[in-house]
């Protein structure tokens, strides 16, 4: 960064004060301008601490990026798996629950090298602190699907048949019967579907950056995808 003359730095000081990081980024560039001034070992030692405290600014900075990006690209990945499933595309999934995990595992990483960051600078223990966004991980608990909280496929033998006065009547009876089954069929993929994208835009909320929540979705997606496999499949043996 280059350094700030006192009027740009009254100007610049003006300007982000919306953005404490940035203006603490631009308070360290002019303490930086100011120890030039100092001769011999004083102003070497303050500039040497104050570099420091800009590399570690700077890092903070990277790891609230790596946040925003995995929240931005978490919610996409929540739209493409519901599209994916809506056209009947699971070929798609298993790479884009591996990036799923991926993300998490980068977040994870980053975050693990803002507390180094944070203990360095001496602030890791303060809980409000302006840049420590890792929530606790108190998360409410992931919502669980299985197959019995699927609507039902209805049976052709769900009731007694009626007696048919013609064959007319009959293959009407069998239309609907096709209709209704079909109609289930849609209805429970689409019921996986949306909780599998229920599951990741969790995640995508806090930037992934909760250890025990992204643990228990991942999980649950991968369920939750499994038994979207065993529904398409019964629409297979259905249709066939």
């Known amino acids: 960064m280059g350094d700030l003359t006192d009027d740009a730095w009254q100007g610049a000081q003006e300007e982000l004060e919306s953005s404490p990081l940035e203006t603490a980024r631009t308070h360290v560039r002019a ?21 420091a405290t800009q590399r570690a600014s700077d890092e903070i900075g990277a790891c609230n990026t790596q946040l925003d990006t995995a ?4 919610k996409t990945l929540a739209r493409e798996i519901k599209d994916r499933l809506r056209e009947q595309n699971p070929a798609a999934l298993p ?24 203990r360095i600078l001496g602030t890791d223990e303060e809980p409000e602190a302006e840049d420590a966004r890792t929530p606790p991980d108190n998360h409410d608990g992931v919502p669980k699907l299985t197959a019995a909280d699927l609507p039902r496929v209805p049976s052709l033998y769900d009731a007694e048949q009626p007696g ?24 429970r993929s689409a019921v996986v579907a949306a909780h599998m994208t229920e599951v990741v835009m969790r995640m995508a909320d806090v930037s992934f950056s909760d250890p025990a929540l992204n643990k228990e979705a991942l999980a649950e997606v ?6 979207w496999l065993e529904c398409a499949g019964e629409r297979r043996r259905d249709d066939g």
């Open 71 to 74: 929240s931005e690209r978490g």
């Open 95 to 118: 790479a884009l629950l591996d990036e799923l995990g991926c993300l998490a595992s980068r977040v994870a990483a980053s975050e693990a090298g803002r507390q180094v960051v944070l």
């Open 164 to 187: 048919y006065s013609t064959l007319a009547d009959m293959m009407a009876a069998q239309e609907k019967a096709t209709a209704q089954r079909v109609d289930a069929h849609d209805r």
């Open 31 to 51: 303490l930086l301008h100011h120890t030039h001034m100092l001769t011999g070992e004083p102003g070497e030692v303050l500039d040497l601490a104050l570099r």
């Open 222 to 227: 991968r369920s939750a995808y499994a038994l």
